[in-house]
């Protein structure tokens, strides 16, 4: 997918929402839990019915690999049924790899070929020789940590460098010039937002993969304010708000209003500053 | 495992080897190829030929992960097996993980719980919200990117900061505070021997993970030269030049020789260093 198609895509839904699928066995419904395959059985509901609010969904790996084999198995049947039945759909493999060499080329293969996600989130730490192999893809992308919403964001990524700039500014420098906009966007946590005015003036055009609104406590408004660009730019993600909206039978159409609730708001700030 | 009892496993053993089981489907000797559970009875073979040889065991995720699930069997199969016939050797998971929360105890729960290797190899960009919950393991361990050998190190890893350090300096002394020398160990490119000098200075009691010998051009001698401490403090890895020794049936026996030939390097230089 290019951003192009990717904004088409938010101007036909009126929406920038990334519904992120952290399925936890033990957060399931009850009526599902212990039944056969019941992560993924969880996530077709998810997904059918958040699919008409949503731009994106972000499966994270963690919470599949917990299981072992059988989580494997979900993350796989998840993308495989995103694919056939939602195309327009963009996905993200939530799985912050960060290697180099031939075992960069194996994430690669594992994440563009074995499955069949858009973007996969990486680190940048070990520099070009991770982000490469991704970007050897056509039409897939890297999604590179840069700056994060989580407390311990100070230990090193605002750590601040000898020519002034921070960790996470130099990350954006340096790595936006080995792709493009149309095969690289940045994770910026939204708890941040005041931030983002600098991130813009770095990567005016890149898409951003903005997570911890809602649980994690940031501002869609400020996001929008200080992040939207003239193509949108943003991929707002939101997990446990919506996937766990309700705990029972009806788990499905609860996860639907959340995602329309966020699908109207996110419809007026286009509205207000696209 | 305590630092003390890998110590103590170095010292019967003669050996501070890890052998990286970076097993490759591509790559298996041709009458593997295609057979049920190749990798699996690959790696077997290698384990039961080398283990004399060796402390460590390195599985690289990455390699079990392109092949999906029969890749995630593989790699649970190993660990088993590892475990069950040869329980004094440790297990790094290299998995290069790095996220937070929730989701960082979701991986920590991936590797000690369902799996059950010693230590995964960590990604410190975001911070000791990434490394914490794996220190909540008695007997676990952190394995934490530290100086890489690859060319692109240069990008991030050995930027400077305002204070004077550089980025894998800053990484070393913060991170070292988090645990202690009997959870906590460092990944550090042998390439860069040089600069173990200086590393040592920052944490002259932890244990590092040396990957790039060999393959990678670092030297082996200048590895123990610089960065053995007094109860060695080293694991050095050899994947490649160990597990593909030799294409054909004999494999094994070729792997193993490999493996000897290492240890009895190592021998000479903990008679000498230590």
């Given at each position: 997918m290019t951003s192009q198609q990717l904004f088409e895509n938010i101007k036909a839904k009126r929406s920038f929402l990334c519904v992120g699928l952290d399925t936890d066995t033990r957060k399931l419904p009850e009526h599902l839990?212990?039944?056969?395959n019941a992560v993924f059985e969880f996530n077709k509901a998810i997904i059918d019915a958040t699919a008409p609010y949503c731009v994106a969904y972000k499966p994270n790996l963690a919470f599949y690999e917990a299981a072992g084999i059988d989580g494997w198995r979900a993350f796989e049947e998840t993308v495989s049924y995103i694919r056939a039945n939602h195309p327009d759909i963009f996905i993200i493999a939530d799985a912050k790899r960060g290697d180099i060499g031939n075992t960069s080329q194996m994430y690669a293969r594992t994440f563009f070929e074995t499955t069949d996600v858009d973007s996969v989130t990486l680190s940048?730490?070990?520099?070009?020789d991770t982000v490469a192999p991704f970007l050897q893809y056509e039409g897939r992308w890297a999604t590179i940590l840069a700056l994060?919403?989580?407390?311990?964001?100070?230990?090193?990524?605002t750590h601040e460098l000898a020519d002034g700039t921070k960790l996470y500014e130099k990350v954006l420098k340096v790595s936006s010039?080995?792709?493009?906009v149309d095969n690289t966007m940045y994770v910026v946590g939204a708890t941040k937002a005041d931030m983002l005015e600098s991130i813009r003036r770095i990567i005016p055009d890149h898409f951003l993969l903005v997570p911890g609104v809602g649980a994690q406590g940031g501002s869609l408004s400020d996001v929008a304010r200080y992040g939207m660009n003239s193509r949108c730019g943003l991929l707002v993600n939101s997990s446990r708000a919506i996937i766990?909206?309700?705990?029972?039978?009806?788990f499905a159409t609860a996860a639907a209003k959340a995602a329309e609730a966020v699908r109207d708001e996110m419809s007026l700030l286009l509205d207000k500053y696209l």
């Open positions: 839990k212990g039944t056969p940048p730490y070990m520099g070009l994060t919403s989580n407390a311990s964001a100070s230990d090193f990524e010039t080995w792709g493009t766990y909206a309700d705990n029972g039978k009806d």
